[in-house]
């Protein structure tokens, strides 16, 4: 629980960037999922496993996203996640 509580708090200043391809419209081809947030993440050196991210439905659009992470069951958090252009 209380690792659970250190890495809340560091999260709270994390943030990952994602470059995606789009289409017309800014629309992009496929989503944003889990997997691919906890990959980049991993890249920054920060160890989440996907199936503690929580989206409502994956991302589809551009934009800034605040993604829940349930790190343990009394223990939450957000990460900021960009959606870029690729």
Do not use: M
């Not at 690792?3 to 470059?19: E, G, K, M, P």
């Not at 947030?37 to 989440?48: H, K, M, N, S």
């Not at 996203?65 to 958090?77: C, I, K, N, T």
């Amino acid at each position: 629980l209380e690792s659970a509580r250190d890495l809340a708090a560091s999260l709270a200043n994390v943030s990952c960037t994602i470059a995606v391809k789009v289409g017309d419209d800014e629309k992009l081809y496929g989503s944003v999922t889990e997997a691919q947030i906890a990959e980049v993440l991993q890249e920054q050196g920060i160890e989440i496993d996907k199936h503690k991210f929580h989206l409502e439905s994956p991302i589809k659009e551009l934009g800034v996203f605040d993604v829940a992470v349930r790190l343990h069951p009394e223990v939450e958090s957000t990460v900021k996640v960009w959606v870029v252009e690729e």
